[in-house]
């Protein structure tokens, strides 16, 4: 049987696709210690000696779903970001953009977030620095806009840890069968996000800049 599932449309990319789901799926239900190798080459429908054929190690596909998740992230932030022309705009773009990403990728960011701590320290601190300089992109679209007039905040970096902690638990609560959509939640957390750095309301309900 597995011999069938490795064969024809199965080989190649599709394979390490399977074993990349199977694994955010296990790693997000048990945990990543208590997963092992064996179970997540069941859950994919190989071998339990193919999955090394892809993965090395059981960490290597850990941080192959943690630089995946990132990756994934900055080019989707990146993207909404380049579009907009304001601090104020680019930091709503990357908001929105944040809080949908979570909400479309709960496991992965389960994963990403709460299994760093079973890194060895190499590519732990590697993936820190990861965060870290994503974080910092936020923190500088803040001091931009602290600078142009458009926020008021006595220290950039609190908010952008204390907004990003925000919008990335959407990934724990959002519920698609849920009474809101995405969409509306990400443009709920923009409105929170530029109230608590003092934009205020205009008469048409959007969020304007401090004059």
């Known amino acids: 049987m597995a011999e069938a599932v490795e064969s024809g449309a199965r080989r190649g990319e ?21 997963t092992s190798m064996r179970q997540i080459a069941a859950s994919a429908g190989i071998r339990p000696a193919a999955i090394y054929h892809w993965f090395p190690s059981k960490e ?5 779903l943690q630089d995946d998740f990132m990756d994934r992230l900055e080019e989707a932030v990146d993207a909404a970001v380049a579009g907009e022309s304001t601090p104020a ?3 709503a773009a990357a908001v929105r953009e944040h809080v949908v ?6 496991r992965a960011a389960f994963v990403t977030d709460s299994e760093i701590r079973a890194l060895s320290p190499e590519p732990k601190a590697r993936l820190i620095a990861r965060r870290d300089e994503y974080e910092g992109m936020f ?7 602290v600078e142009a007039g458009e926020f008021e ?3 950039p970096a609190v908010a952008s840890y204390a907004i990003l902690l925000q919008c990335t638990g959407v990934a724990l609560w959002y519920d698609p069968a849920g009474e809101l959509p995405l969409e509306v939640i990400a443009r709920i957390h923009v409105e929170l996000v530029l109230a608590s750095l003092g934009a205020r309301r205009n008469g048409t309900g959007e969020r304007e800049l401090k004059n």
């Open 89 to 91: 705009g680019e930091l």
């Open 60 to 64: 290597a596909i850990l941080t192959q």
């Open 139 to 145: 923190r500088q679209m803040i001091e931009r806009g």
């Open 14 to 34: 599709a394979t390490r696709q399977a074993i990349e789901l199977a694994a955010i799926d296990l790693f997000a239900e048990l945990g990543y210690n208590a």
């Open 101 to 106: 990403f979570h909400g479309l990728h709960p």
């Open 153 to 155: 905040v006595s220290n």
